[in-house]
């Protein structure tokens, strides 16, 4: 999502328009000083009272000034759109959690943050990158169809100018100090609760004890690592699964990895699964991620069907060992991925925004011949 932001950033002012960001902290290299950052760092006792402040913060600034557009990553009143990146949060919290958690502030607040978004009464646009939470969006809220506006799939053509499949393979093992032979499955992604990295070392431990030998599970991302590493410990696969914290290189050593395993509990799209796809990597899924139907367009692997049932996934993390599909998935999930770049080269969210923001101006001068 970050990088959405700065790449439609860059886009928007290549195209002659002035853009400001706001943002309660900022990670690396700053942006070209032709695009404003505002960086307005909040203190709280809990996250969604820092989150309150940054937004009232925010909001002093942009009232004083007089912006055309205001284009929200986060959801809060006052945004002209919104990037919907995320999953609905009131259906999570009334199918996959406890009744009382949402008696905590902390639910009342994002509820009343996704509310003011997507309510029928709401006037906020919604760039979103997948369909597959419209239908939890307007079960909710009655969110109209016609404030939705999809974005094809963002791929960077960097994916298709990595080092051969052959040297990839040698760069993961080198890595890692695997052996040459180890068959290698890779998960990445932030949150790897959410991401299925339970479900991949159970199939792991599954595996029948010599296939189970030579195989290696990594996942990379942001997250606490430790109750995955107990997990693995507790079913003795301690020198089986490595997890590795975010890595610029991800790419390569999906481009290195036999399988690319993606057994999320829910994933509003998965960005991630058709980067495994452009790297030529055969993926195996569970049908809740939003781009899980890429997959299976594609026949770039297999798409594990819900209810989800550890025993059928079992089976199926093995056949991704054993099938000698998996060539053949690799050369359609590239050409599949492909199409993909062709169809958004980067520059689809800020065309839509130009569009929204053209809208708005000509109707505001409307409203003002009138009044």
């Known amino acids: 999502m970050q990088r959405d932001m700065l790449r439609t950033a860059k886009e928007l002012v ?140 963002r791929l960077a053509p960097e994916l298709f100018t990595l080092p051969s499949k052959q040297e990839s393979h040698r760069y993961l093992r080198e890595t890692f100090a695997f052996a040459q032979n180890d068959v290698v499955f890779i998960l990445v992604g932030s949150g790897f609760q959410m991401k299925g990295l339970d479900r991949a070392i159970q199939a792991l431990a599954a595996l029948p004890a010599h296939l189970r030998e030579h195989a290696k599970l990594v996942a990379v991302g942001q997250d606490n690592p430790k109750p995955f590493e107990l997990m693995a410990k507790k079913l003795g696969l301690k020198d089986k699964v490595f997890i590795s914290k975010g890595r610029a290189d991800y790419a390569q050593l999906i481009k290195g990895a036999d399988v690319y395993v993606h057994p999320a509990y829910r994933e509003n799209t998965g960005l991630v699964i058709l980067d495994a796809m452009a790297c030529g990597a055969p993926v195996l899924l569970t049908a809740s991620c939003g781009y899980a139907h890429h997959v299976a367009q594609a026949d770039a692997g297999i798409v594990h069907e819900m209810p989800f049932d550890q025993a059928r996934f079992n089976q199926q993390f093995l056949e991704m060992w054993q099938t000698d599909k998996k060539a053949q998935w690799s050369v359609n999930g590239i050409n599949h991925a492909k199409k993909l770049l062709a169809e958004n080269d980067g520059s689809a969210e800020a065309t839509i925004l130009i569009n929204l923001a053209n809208e708005k101006v000509s109707s505001d001068q409307k409203a003002s011949l009138i009044a």
Not at 18 to 41: R, Y
Not at 133 to 148: A, I, L, N, S
């Open 14 to 153: 290549k195209r002659g328009h002035s853009v400001e960001i706001f943002t309660i902290s900022w990670d690396g290299d700053l942006p070209p000083a032709e695009i404003k950052v505002h960086v307005l760092p909040q203190k709280g006792l809990f996250n969604y009272q820092r989150y309150q402040r940054f937004i009232d913060a925010a909001f002093n600034q942009i009232n004083a000034n007089s912006f055309d557009y205001i284009f929200g990553y986060n959801r809060m009143a006052g945004l002209d759109a919104y990037f919907a990146a995320d999953p609905c949060f009131i259906d999570r919290a009334y199918t996959q959690r406890h009744f009382l958690y949402r008696l905590l502030p902390r639910f009342k607040w994002f509820a009343a943050c996704e509310k003011v978004v997507f309510s029928k009464d709401s006037l906020t646009e919604i760039l979103a990158v997948s369909l597959s939470e419209k239908p939890h969006f307007q079960h909710w809220y009655g969110t109209q169809d016609v404030r939705f506006h999809y974005i094809p799939p």
